[in-house]
């Protein structure tokens, strides 16, 4: 195995075990009281695992692609990329990111100025194969290569000298999934270019020609969702049943009588959730039956299938899967013929369903479509519900999930609430549009298999607990307990990973929750504390 | 010398064409799915990044595009390549003298083109000319030819020490890179020569000027001045197939695609586009896409390999 920092582009189809060995001890060093953590060693795959499936990137697998059979099912699976990867550049194939992608593509100078913007990269050390850049690079020289006429001729002069084989192929379907698709990178591009929509695009290609994808994300995640109405397997039955016991739960916790409302036509707001929430945090569900109804909220829940989970992991990975969800659920909000959707607390719906799908929606399914911020800052600080700032006396701070902030320009409203009903509240540095990603972005946080969480949460997740860490450095003890206002579903679920694999309850009491729960908790129509300051 | 005129005129085809036919190929692209980032420039008075998503009913407060402020945000990141100060100081002392020394010899063919024009109609370029206009065109003639070779050589310089040195440049510079930067560095090289020892006053490159634009011949000129005319014929010749047309692609980059901030509102404009590439045909092969079908079809069935 070569040092790490000596890979280049034109090593990446040479064949090796493992292109690199990550070293724990190059990470990025965490503040108090994480100065001495002990990562220990990056979790091995075990040897069968090894024999299987493919790990020659960096030891992790985040697909688990099966090794090929034979060599000849490996040359049909570089002819079928190649072929894929001329549909990528074609407009009726790929007219979804033709243009930003040709962009990205033929204009990056390879300045390196997005290399301190990625959290990936500087969190593992700088390690080579994670700069921004490394990936376009690869599928560039592919491109340059094997598509361009004479492509071959003075490859290495050109700067287009790489290997095209089952191993590249293999490295680059991994190496898409070491990046959050967070766009920090973008962001500081000086010519506009975009290695987050790169990775996407390889995302794509390999998911839209080759079938290869995360289980998570594509059968386990939208086509269970199509099929059974929520990537969690909650079907409309399930979700009868959980709505009655958030009602049950409300009347215990609160003493407030609260009907949910179901497949009410006419309503102003059809809200979405992510289904998440409906399992995992029934309290953020709850908290929002709540606002509406004390603060008189025309507003449903879909029991439809697809229509009562906002997910779509489609956004990460696939064009089509991407727009069957989007059109499905538009289709749902036309039947119940509500004047808006609402979106919840969850990034990658409010983007997936607003902006993204905007161009996927005919005249006749084009709904409106809302965020809950902006309607929460209009109750909260046009007092059409009463808080009491004082109860939530503790250090909060706020996490922004980077599709609602820079991908979508929601910033304020949010922290307009925090400044009404947290006294404590701080910001993070960087905050608002120039955020760090929570790690567990475009699907990470629900991807459990093999030893990728370890991954995740040792490096994609590390700059933003620095951050946490950071912000509370003034009570950083586990004698305060603080809170992470994470209003983002996918963000709690990798807070919920992060947090427990630093043991930050036990060692920082450092709590993690949505942005609801805390007006709850405020509010004064509501005699008990609402937060329960319990680790989960 | 006809070779020269040849190679000139090849050099210019060449050049406009390649680089129209890239402009082209961005400008005709076909609408794509939004991919903004915040902030954008639109509305100036959300400098923090915020949009109209942070309005209620967002669809009644959709601010009206405003090329003036594109165009401000634009002409501080070419004038100043602010992105590059912010994000990559160390970059910036070598990139920003090369960009603004390009912009100005740029600026120097502009000139030349106009003094060129001004003799045609009898006005003397010169420092001691009767007329004010062809003192100006002079000094800055003058301005932008030493000025724009002093800070490009000098940025150039620093571009190919900064490429050789820094270890996260090294590994993403191919031979090609340096070739591209050394080429650049001899053109200068030449040009600076050819300018001091030559055509200090610019009046031979002045002459070539005045003849490439009216198809005359070109003038009797030393050596030097020639090569110098030679190697920047060459430099149009392959530009356009580089990644120097960052230049043009950049307007693509923030305008249509990071700043497009534009919703498909009902009877919008966007909607007969949307229908357009809904009914283009896909051929993607992967089991759960039913090949051979519109983009619309697809996306309203169920994924074929679940059997639907």
């Known amino acids: 195995m070569k040092p790490r920092q000596e890979w280049k582009a034109s090593d990446f189809g040479m064949p090796s075990e493992q292109m690199t060995e990550l070293d724990p001890s190059r990470f990025l060093k965490l503040p108090p009281p994480y100065e001495d953590w002990d990562d220990g060693e990056m979790q091995s795959l075990s040897e069968d695992q090894k024999g299987r499936i493919e790990h020659s990137l960096d030891g992790v697998t985040a697909i688990g692609i099966p090794k090929p059979a034979s060599p000849e099912e490996a040359e049909k699976r570089v002819a079928d990329f190649l072929e894929g990867l001329r549909k990528l550049l074609t ?33 593992s050390g700088n390690e080579e194969i994670y700069r921004p850049t490394f990936r376009g690079e690869v599928l560039r020289r592919i491109i340059n ?20 084989n089952w191993g590249t192929l ?5 190496l898409s999934y070491r990046c959050t698709l967070c766009r920090r990178c973008a962001q500081v591009c000086p010519i506009g270019v975009d290695n987050g929509l790169i990775t996407r695009e390889i995302r794509k290609l390999f998911s839209q020609q080759l079938g290869i994808n995360v289980d998570e994300l594509h ?18 039955t399930a979700l009868m049943d959980i709505i009655e016991f958030a009602e049950e739960d409300i009347l215990e916790r609160t003493g407030l009588n609260i009907k949910i409302p179901i497949d009410k036509e006419g309503a102003d707001y059809l809200v979405m959730h992510n289904a998440g929430e409906f399992l995992s945090w029934p309290e953020n569900l709850q908290a929002f039956a709540i606002i509406f109804e004390i603060a008189g909220v025309s507003w449903t829940l879909s029991s439809e299938q697809v229509g009562y989970d906002s997910v779509n992991y489609g956004l990460f990975y696939d064009d089509f899967m991407l727009a069957r969800i989007a059109l499905r659920q538009a289709r749902i909000a036309k039947g119940l013929k509500v004047k808006s959707v609402l979106q919840g607390e969850c990034g990658h719906a409010h983007k997936a369903f607003m902006p993204i799908a905007d161009r996927v929606f005919p005249a006749e399914l084009n709904v409106p479509r809302e965020s809950c911020f902006p309607l929460l800052e209009d109750l909260v600080c046009n007092e059409k519900i009463m808080v009491d700032p004082s109860r939530n006396d503790f250090p909060v701070t706020l996490h922004d999930p980077c599709n609602i902030t820079r991908s979508m320009g929601i910033v304020e409203p949010q922290r307009r609430i925090l400044r009404k009903i947290c006294p404590q509240f701080r910001e993070m540095t960087p905050h ?8 567990g972005g475009s699907g990470f946080a629900i991807m459990q298999g093999s030893n990728f969480p370890d991954w995740r949460n040792k490096i994609s997740g590390r700059r933003k607990f620095k951050q946490i860490l950071d912000v509370f450095q003034d009570s950083i003890g586990p004698e305060t307990r603080k809170y992470v206002c994470a209003p983002c579903s996918n963000c709690k679920g990798q ?15 450092i709590l993690y929750g949505g942005l609801v729960e805390l007006i709850v908790n405020a509010m004064v129509d509501v005699k008990e504390p609402f937060i329960e300051w319990d680790f989960h | 010398m006809l070779w020269l005129q040849i190679l000139v005129y090849l050099a210019l085809l060449v050049f406009g064409v390649a680089t129209a036919a890239k402009i082209w190929k961005y400008a005709s692209a076909p609408i794509h799915l939004r991919w903004e980032l915040y902030p954008v420039t639109a509305d100036r008075e959300k400098k923090y990044g915020g949009s109209y998503y942070e309005e209620m009913e967002w669809w009644k407060h959709v601010p009206k595009k405003n090329l003036f402020h594109e165009l401000l945000a634009m002409g501080e990141e070419i004038l100043f390549l602010k992105g590059v100060y ?19 010899l740029v600026g120097l063919i502009g000139l030349l083109v106009a003094g060129a024009l001004a003799e045609m109609a009898g006005i003397s370029v010169a420092f001691a000319s009767p007329s004010l206009i062809g003192v100006a065109l002079y000094c800055l003639t003058m301005l932008a030819g030493y000025a724009g070779l002093t800070l490009a050589l000098a940025g150039c310089v620093g571009l190919l020490a900064k490429r050789l040195k820094d270890p996260a440049l090294r590994p993403m510079t191919s031979p090609a890179d340096y070739c591209n930067l050394g080429y650049i560095l001899t053109l200068l090289v030449v040009a600076g020569a050819a300018w001091l020892f030559a055509d200090p006053t610019f009046s031979a490159a002045r002459a070539v000027a005045g003849s490439v634009i009216t198809f005359q011949p070109l003038p009797e000129t030393s050596g030097i001045v020639m090569l110098e005319l030679a190697l920047f014929s060459i430099f149009l010749l392959y530009m356009p197939f580089t990644r120097m047309t960052h230049l043009f692609a ?8 990071r700043w497009e901030d534009s919703p498909n509102l009902p009877g919008g404009p966007w909607e007969g586009k949307i229908q357009e590439v809904l009914n283009f045909g896909v051929s993607w092969q992967a089991p759960h896409i039913q090949t051979g079908k519109t983009w619309a079809d697809i996306a309203t069935e169920m994924p074929q390999e679940e059997g639907s």
């Open chain 2, 86 to 104: 912010e994000n990559n100081r160390g970059l910036w002392y070598a990139s920003y003298p090369f960009h603004l020394g390009l912009y100005a």
């Open chain 1, 170 to 174: 293999a490295r680059l379907a991994e």
């Open chain 2, 250 to 257: 950049k307007y693509f980059t923030y305008h249509k695609v």
């Open chain 1, 432 to 439: 608002g549009v120039n955020n760090y990603c929570c790690g």
């Open chain 1, 91 to 123: 407009k009726e194939d790929n007219w979804t990111f033709l243009q930003p992608l040709l962009l990205s593509m033929e204009n990056c100078v390879k300045c390196q100025t997005c290399n301190d913007a990625c959290p990936v990269y500087t969190s």
């Open chain 1, 145 to 164: 290569k094997y598509l361009k006429p004479g492509g071959k001729v003075m490859a290495a002069f050109r700067g287009n000298d790489i290997e095209l």
């Open chain 1, 495 to 509: 807070f919920r990973d992060l947090l427990g694999h630093f043991d930050a309850w036990e060692r920082c009491r």
């Open chain 1, 219 to 236: 059968g386990s995640g939208t086509v269970k969702q199509l099929q059974v109405g929520s990537s969690t397997g909650m079907n409309p």
